[in-house]
Antibody
């Protein structure tokens, strides 16, 4: 059974930093691209970033480019999102999700339960 | 990049059928999409991939009541024999070079 478990969310001040983690199990982690997506309170889903199975290729939404970094440790089956220069508009539930292919070009077929990030003074 | 358009809300009676539609923007009518369900207070759940020709492949454990169809730029999700647990937000998703795109979501109410 595929399981994705996010952690690391919390309250952070504007301009601050936070690192999210996602522990994966139930599939060959290194064979699939992985993504972070988010959902602001009462709003729809928004893609944030994707990393290829090897970690060699990364992709970012324009809204986070230059502020967020995505990485993975395939030896630990763990995905990360390093967020810096956080803004109020980054407040959202952040979801880790599995892609259906190794590099790029597919929807997501498994989602974690989400972790809430609140950016506020 | 593609834009996905969904109606903001839909409603149907318990035990009936409902068809939710996601429309691809001009020039993107051949794109594959996915449907996701998000029940209140829960994480999204993948339902199916849906191709332009109407072929679809469902995720693990998705009931037979859920099916997909396509017509031109429209990608539709049909839910038969509606249950109260089907009351949820439904999102479509697709991708292009360097971006993933979601529709605005349809809130389904089961009466």
């Amino acid at each position: 059974e595929v399981q994705l478990l996010e952690s690391g969310g919390g309250l952070v001040q504007p301009g601050g930093s936070l690192r999210l983690s996602c522990a994966a199990s139930g599939f060959t982690f290194s064979s699939y691209a992985m993504s972070w997506l988010r959902q602001a309170p009462g709003k729809g889903l928004e893609w944030v970033s994707t990393i290829s199975g090897s970690g060699d290729n990364t992709f970012f939404a324009d809204s986070v480019k230059g502020r967020f970094t995505i990485s993975r440790d395939n030896s630990k089956n763990t995905l990360y999102l390093q967020m810096s220069s956080l803004r109020a508009e980054d407040t959202a539930v952040y979801y880790c999700a599995k892609n259906q292919v190794n590099i790029w070009g597919s929807p997501h077929d498994y989602w974690g339960q989400g972790t809430l990030v609140t950016v506020s003074s | 990049q593609p834009v996905l358009t969904q109606s903001s809300s839909a409603s149907a009676s318990l035990g009936s059928s409902v068809k939710l539609t996601c429309t691809l923007s001009s020039g993107h009518s051949r794109y594959i999409i996915a449907w996701h369900q998000q029940q209140p207070g829960k994480a999204p759940r993948f339902l199916m991939n849906l191709e332009g020709g109407g072929s679809y492949s469902k995720g693990s454990g998705v009931p037979d009541r859920f099916s997909g169809s396509s017509s031109g730029a429209d990608r539709s999700l049909t839910i038969s024999n509606l249950q109260f647990e089907d009351e949820a937000d439904y999102y479509c998703e697709t991708w292009d070079i360097n971006t993933q795109v979601f529709g605005g979501g349809t809130k389904l109410t089961v009466l």
